[in-house]
């Protein structure tokens, strides 16, 4: 306020003393007083006025490059604040403070992008974006690998790629859900999303690989459908052998009648026998724990796998501390894996021997150490 006040000041003081300088050079040319002196006055009134308007544009000049450096959002300008004109300096200190504080603005606004930048380029899914014109405004790391391109500038360089996508894009919406299947035989699920901007529209793509989760429900629903046909063949199977095994016992039943019921009670006794056995494959048994000797275990699987060794030329070393060793589980699935283990230097014919040391080192603590 006290810089317009002042402003307003120079300004009057100015056109006053335009209009008296000017009025009295006319004054003294009109009553032919002093004619020289007069002419001299109004080109004097005229210089006033120049000087007048040299510092008004004063201000707008500067007004007007702090307005165009605004619009080209450029912040390096600094003007000048310690020059002869108090109101001058008032200005470009205030300009100055407006620079600084758009400064501070624009840098925190450019943090804030990188950290959102930074953020899409950690999550497992995909991102891409792209303006009306179909340019790529942002694509994450993860978009790229799981559509298997290289960087994109324009949104036709992956429409060429897959065909199928073209027409999501083009008459998808945004509720729908679209299945593709990458260059790497991913299944990828898209999603598309679109805002406004201003007044330009941004398109959204996620993309999120499926194929984990496609694999686990597939492998569910044959694990399920084995576990019905499974239950229902033995369902079906135990009457007849229920059946024939009560006809063969019938008295007056001829020989050969007996010998077909038999043949057929076997064959259902098999059918049934493989078909439990099929079932205990679909999932892990219930372990059946109980104390038995580990020492004892491994031995006999050494005593086991003894000529596979001599025709592999390995030396199978047994090491146990103590000397034996008892441990509570299911010996049977134990073995199992012990003689995975065991066989495993069997299929590399340059192994030259595998040492198992077995050992306590607290009373609740096993260790098996496997070498080759």
């Known amino acids: 306020m006290v810089f317009s006040k002042h402003l307003y000041m120079v300004i009057l003081s100015y056109i006053l003393l335009i209009i008296a300088v000017a009025g009295a050079g006319i004054a003294l040319v009109i009553t032919h007083t002093a004619l020289i002196l007069g002419s001299l006055l109004f080109i004097f009134s005229l210089f006033l006025i120049g000087a007048l308007v040299k510092r008004l544009n004063k201000f707008n000049t500067k007004i007007r490059i702090f307005l165009d450096a605004v619009e080209d959002k450029e912040n390096m300008i600094l003007f000048n604040e310690q020059s002869a004109d108090k109101e001058i300096n008032a200005l470009s200190h205030s300009l100055n403070r407006i620079n600084e504080l758009l400064a501070t603005t624009k840098s925190q606004s450019r943090i804030q992008e990188n950290f959102y930048y930074s953020l899409l380029e950690e999550v497992p899914n995909g991102v891409l974006a792209w303006s009306s014109e179909k340019r790529v405004i942002f694509v994450n790391g993860a978009a790229l690998r799981l559509l298997g391109v290289e960087p994109i500038i324009f949104l036709r360089q992956l429409e060429e790629q897959y065909?199928?996508?073209?027409?999501?894009?083009?008459?998808?919406?945004?509720?729908?859900?679209?299945?593709?299947?990458?260059?790497?035989?991913?299944?990828?699920?898209?999603?598309?999303?679109?805002?406004?901007?201003?007044?330009?529209?941004?398109?959204?793509?996620?993309i999120k690989d499926i194929s984990n989760e496609l694999s686990e429900?597939?492998?569910?629903?044959?694990?399920?459908?084995?576990?019905?046909?499974?239950?229902?063949?033995?369902?079906?199977?135990?009457?007849?052998?229920?059946?024939?095994?009560?006809?063969?016992?019938?008295?007056?039943?001829?020989?050969?009648?007996?010998?077909?019921?038999?043949?057929?009670?076997?064959?259902?006794?098999?059918?049934?026998?493989?078909?439990?056995?099929?079932?205990?494959?679909?999932?892990?048994?219930?372990?059946?724990?109980?104390?038995?000797?580990?020492?004892?275990?491994?031995?006999?699987?050494?005593?086991?796998?003894?000529?596979?060794?001599?025709?592999?030329?390995?030396?199978?070393?047994?090491?146990?501390?103590?000397?034996?060793?008892?441990?509570?589980?299911?010996?049977?699935?134990?073995?199992?894996?012990?003689?995975?283990?065991?066989?495993?230097?069997?299929?590399?014919?340059?192994?030259?021997?595998?040492?198992?040391?077995?050992?306590?080192?607290?009373?609740?603590?096993?260790?098996?150490?496997?070498?080759?």
């Open 163 to 206: 065909p199928a996508l073209k027409d999501f894009i083009a008459h998808g919406n945004v509720e729908d859900s679209f299945l593709l299947q990458s260059n790497s035989k991913k299944q990828l699920s898209l999603s598309m999303n679109r805002m406004k901007l201003n007044s330009e529209t941004i398109t959204l793509l996620a």
């Open 217 to 372: 429900k597939e492998s569910e629903s044959w694990s399920k459908l084995t576990r019905v046909l499974t239950h229902e063949i033995m369902n079906t199977i135990a009457p007849i052998v229920s059946l024939s095994q009560t006809l063969s016992l019938r008295p007056g039943t001829d020989e050969k009648v007996i010998r077909g019921l038999g043949v057929i009670r076997e064959q259902s006794e098999r059918l049934m026998e493989f078909t439990e056995s099929y079932r205990r494959l679909s999932y892990m048994p219930e372990p059946k724990k109980k104390r038995f000797s580990l020492t004892d275990s491994l031995h006999n699987l050494g005593l086991l796998l003894q000529s596979d060794f001599e025709n592999a030329h390995i030396h199978f070393i047994l090491r146990s501390t103590p000397s034996d060793i008892y441990i509570e589980g299911d010996e049977k699935q134990l073995s199992q894996v012990f003689l995975n283990l065991l066989k495993r230097p069997s299929a590399f014919p340059r192994t030259p021997s595998c040492r198992c040391q077995s050992r306590r080192s607290v009373p609740d603590s096993r260790f098996l150490n496997c070498s080759w």
